[in-house]
């Protein structure tokens, strides 16, 4: 059995990429009292001795080759089996897509964060991602259920983008159907380093639209900055987001900064373009970077025969992928949001 080695080691990575699809549960307990269960391949659930009042879920590597939140998650994951970052909340960590890891692509048949929230059960297709995204529904949801109701959830599932970003850290805050946004979580987001967020106007089939949306989760997609092949990240780069990390899961509360509207830079989607042709193209090269901003009428995309114009002075793009499949989102964009009273 691995657990000997987990043990030793808090290597927990290495046995998720031996094992691309499945591993059999096990658990064991640390000598400070915390409960490590291992669920499956890539999901591991902590729950420390005593009172706890949050139920945290941390996801990276739902696109395999966004390498650097994989290594923020190794190494908390690594100090706490080794006992040298002790507990204070409940934790879900979860490598979304271990066999993408291990091909260092975005995914193997389907893009995962596309199959969330039932997504996954549609239609007839069945490929590694649509069975993976059914079994993370199932862990999350007991990971929320299983434990009295009103206590504290939040999901943050950590991305890195593959174009390069005028704002290199940034968070999708997604559609919360009316519910107001939360100053609070600016400021989580701001002590991790990132200062721009994303409002989305529509539900998904994201992960933490998912967390968001089934569970009332404070969720989010955090973009830490920009794809780089495992050993290229600059870990300095990530230290902000490291700590706040640690805090949030080993204090019983964190006290973040006064806020102040003048730290953030808030944008509201504007629209979504999918992709309905073979023929798809954007006029911009592939080092533009996500939020440039175009000029009232200007060229964003052209899709067979039609094409997008940017409808808004200053209209940004974020996340132009001319090469996803048919039907899904090549681009999005955004304009600036005001910090207003649907914010508490
Ligand atoms: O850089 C890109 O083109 C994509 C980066 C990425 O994976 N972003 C997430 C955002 C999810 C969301 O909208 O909340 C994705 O596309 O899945
Ligand atoms: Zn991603």
């Known amino acids: ?34 409960l490590v269960e291992v669920l499956d391949t890539g999901v591991i659930q902590f729950t420390p001795q005593g009172n706890t009042s949050k139920d945290i879920v941390l996801s990276s590597a739902v696109h395999g080759n966004e390498t650097a939140p994989i290594e923020i998650c190794d190494q908390l ?54 069975v993976r995204a059914a079994k993370l529904e199932t862990y999350v949801t007991d990971f929320f259920t299983s434990v009295e109701e009103g206590r504290y959830r939040c999901h943050y599932d950590l991305h890195t983008a593959i174009r390069g970003s005028k704002n290199e850290k940034f968070a999708v805050y997604p559609y919360l159907h009316g519910k107001p946004w939360k100053k609070q979580q600016l400021q989580f987001l701001l002590s991790c380093g990132v200062n721009t967020v994303l409002t989305m106007r529509s539900a998904a089939t994201t992960f933490s639209y998912f967390s968001s949306f089934q569970f009332g989760a404070d969720a989010f997609t955090v973009e830490l900055g920009q794809v780089k092949p495992f050993g290229e990240n600059d870990m300095a780069r990530f230290a902000k987001t490291k700590d706040t990390l640690t805090a949030l899961i ?84 955004v304009i600036p949001m005001e910090i207003n009273e649907k914010f508490i």
């Open 1 to 34: 059995m691995y657990l000997e080695a987990l043990k030793k080691t808090g290597d927990f990575l290495t046995l998720t990429r031996e094992n691309e699809f499945d591993l059999p549960a096990s658990n064991f307990t640390l000598d400070n009292g915390t």
């Open 77 to 130: 994951i690594q100090s706490v089996i080794k006992g040298e970052l002790t507990l204070k909340q409940r934790v879900l960590f979860i490598y979304g897509n271990p066999k993408s890891i291990n091909i260092a692509n975005r995914f193997v048949e389907e893009n995962l964060n596309r199959l969330f929230n039932g997504e996954h059960a549609k239609g007839e297709i069945t490929n590694p991602e649509r």
């Open 250 to 333: 080993s204090q019983e509360e964190v006290k973040y900064r006064d806020f102040n509207a003048q730290d953030f830079e808030l944008f509201q989607v504007h629209r979504t373009i999918n992709r309905i042709h073979d023929e798809f193209s954007f006029p911009f090269p592939d080092s533009a970077v996500n939020f440039t901003g175009f000029s009232k009428n200007a060229l964003l995309a052209t899709d067979g025969d039609t094409q997008y114009f940017a409808e808004v002075e200053g209209e940004a793009i974020i996340f132009p992928n001319a090469k996803v499949a048919l039907g899904q989102r090549a681009l999005l964009t």
